[in-house]
């Protein structure tokens, strides 16, 4: 019988090892492909469009983008229900023609709500009328929770929502601010998506420019030097660009019955 020599040994130990080790990068690889989510899917797209709106026009546009955690108390409940109203696929159904009052170019709806004609000239106000209970549905869809005040919103810089028995009616306010200045261009791209128990995660690359200066945030002032530095109107932006001069940020969202709710969004950088 021949025995197994001190070389021999040492080769199959070797190979053990090696083979252990490539056991356990498979299963880690497994456990993680098990998490991922396709960005694209319709649940991630859906709970992706609660964070915020690319018309940066609409409901302060990304606001959840900030240089710390935002959550769901750090928002105003009347920008939450802006959101949630914003989600909503409104038809020709949900739109009023009212005739304008006699001394002014204005309509009533009720008691106390007034817009102004369209164009602030014309003799009608159009108007969009809503329920209230859709824009709540939605609401608890992206927030987990009940709207507890229906507070009036500014749905953007010309359009007012106000709220009466039991409908949201939508339309010109008399009078609105227009902000002068370089104008926001923000740019963000999904870089994972990840279930975790009862929670998904999903981290993407946020990056805003105002005149050519790129800033880490969309509601702060920190500028992000570095991409100033390589950035110029010409200059195309890339996920890879995003993944280099961006910021990182995590959204975090709560599993509800057969739904996710939003929880919390921060820098990760």
């Not at 990068?25 to 859906?46: A, H, Q, Y």
């Not at 026009?57 to 955690?69: F, I, K, M, P, S």
Request: proline share 1%.
């Amino acid at each position: 019988m021949k025995k197994t020599s001190g070389k021999t040994k040492k080769n199959i130990i070797t190979s053990i090892v090696i083979l252990v080790i490539l056991i356990t990068v498979l299963i880690i690889v497994f456990v993680i492909k098990s998490k991922s989510l396709d960005p694209n899917s319709d649940l991630v797209t859906e709970i992706y469009s609660y964070i915020g709106n690319n018309d940066l026009e609409v409901c302060n546009g990304l606001a959840t983008y900030a240089e710390d955690e935002v959550n769901y108390d750090k928002l105003d409940n009347s920008m939450r229900i802006c959101t949630a109203y914003s989600l909503l696929e409104l038809d020709d159904t949900a739109m009023l023609k009212i005739d304008k009052s006699q001394k002014n170019n204005t309509c009533s709806v009720g008691e106390s709500i007034t817009f102004a004609t369209d164009n602030y000239e014309d003799d009608i106000c159009t108007v969009t009328k809503i329920s209230s209970a859709e824009v709540n549905a939605q609401y608890k869809k992206m927030y987990g929770k009940e709207i507890e005040t229906y507070d009036q919103f500014q749905y953007n810089d010309t359009t007012v929502c106000h709220y009466e028995d039991g409908y949201y009616y939508c339309g010109l306010a008399e009078e609105y601010t227009t902000t002068f200045g370089g104008e926001p261009h923000t740019f963000r791209s999904i870089k994972s998506a990840t279930k975790e128990d009862d929670q998904i995660i999903i981290y993407d690359y946020f990056l805003k420019v105002v005149n050519d200066e790129c800033y880490t945030s969309y509601t702060g002032e920190t500028k992000n030097d570095k991409c100033s530095e390589n950035y110029s109107e010409d200059t195309e932006i890339t996920y890879n660009f995003l993944k280099k001069y961006g910021t990182l940020y995590k959204h975090i969202y709560q599993k509800l019955g057969d739904s996710y709710y939003w929880v919390s969004s921060s820098p990760e950088d």
